[in-house]
């Protein structure tokens, strides 16, 4: 079965700083991969997903992310942090002959001023 | 604007009460799902759909129950054998396997449901 670590349920930064939120999944195929973010009540917002048409994937609001196969990796990162990136982000795998998505626990980010 | 919509936002059940969720969506999308989160614990499986009239559990279908008589509907029903109900509830969906598998999944706005 998939499985997704993301490691830190908590992580804080200072505004202007790097933001990275770490995702390790466990697959016996290569996946497709997802970070999705959440604000305070409410639903979960795609933000990239990589598809294996190339490592670096860029996404909405300034993230990105990089699969690294041998790392079994998709860290996602953001150069310069912004207050409004307050939010809970997830990192989820999907089968590629399946629809179902394994979601991690979750990432708590929190932008100090 | 197609999306999801969930209701109502807010949900309060009785003890030995059965309450339904909705789920509408307006994307065309085959296939939807619905998701349990607490506190983290990120977000589980409880059932989902790739069909019309057709449905699988998921992680933890227990005390819950769903049907999908319709491609834009999937409403779930907490019943009274599910007894630990209070949770934040996402309905989701996505093109389903049959197009393309690397097709996200969309979310509605959740419903939050408590224990009166």
């Known amino acids: 079965a998939q499985s997704v670590t993301q490691l830190g349920s908590h992580v804080s930064v200072s505004e202007g700083a790097l933001v990275l939120l770490r995702c390790n999944y466990s697959s016996s195929v290569p996946p497709y991969l997802f970070w999705y973010v959440q604000y305070p009540n409410q639903g979960l917002q795609l933000l990239l997903k990589y598809t294996s048409a190339a490592t670096l994937v860029k996404g909405i609001n300034g993230f990105e992310a990089e699969f690294k196969k041998s790392e079994t990796s998709f860290h996602l990162t953001k150069p310069s942090a912004h207050m409004s990136d307050a939010a809970e982000y997830f990192c989820?795998?999907?089968?590629?002959?399946?629809?179902?998505?394994?979601f991690g626990e979750g990432t708590q980010l929190t932008v100090n001023p | 604007d197609g999306g999801i919509t969930q209701s109502p936002k807010y949900l309060f059940r009785k003890e030995g009460q059965n309450v339904t969720l909705s789920c509408e969506q307006n994307?065309?999308?085959?296939?939807m799902y619905w998701y349990r989160q607490d506190p983290g614990q990120g977000l589980r499986l409880i059932y989902y759909s790739q069909i019309v009239n057709d449905f699988q559990k998921g992680d933890i279908a227990e005390g819950y129950s769903v049907s999908r008589e319709k491609k834009e509907s999937f409403p779930l029903t907490v019943t009274s054998a599910q007894k630990n109900p209070t949770a934040f509830y996402l309905c989701a969906s996505s093109s389903g396997v049959r197009i393309r598998s690397n097709q996200p999944q969309h979310f509605g706005d959740g419903t939050r449901l408590s224990i009166l």
């Open positions: 994307l065309n999308h085959d296939a």
């Open positions: 989820a795998v999907r089968e590629t002959s399946g629809s179902r998505l394994t």
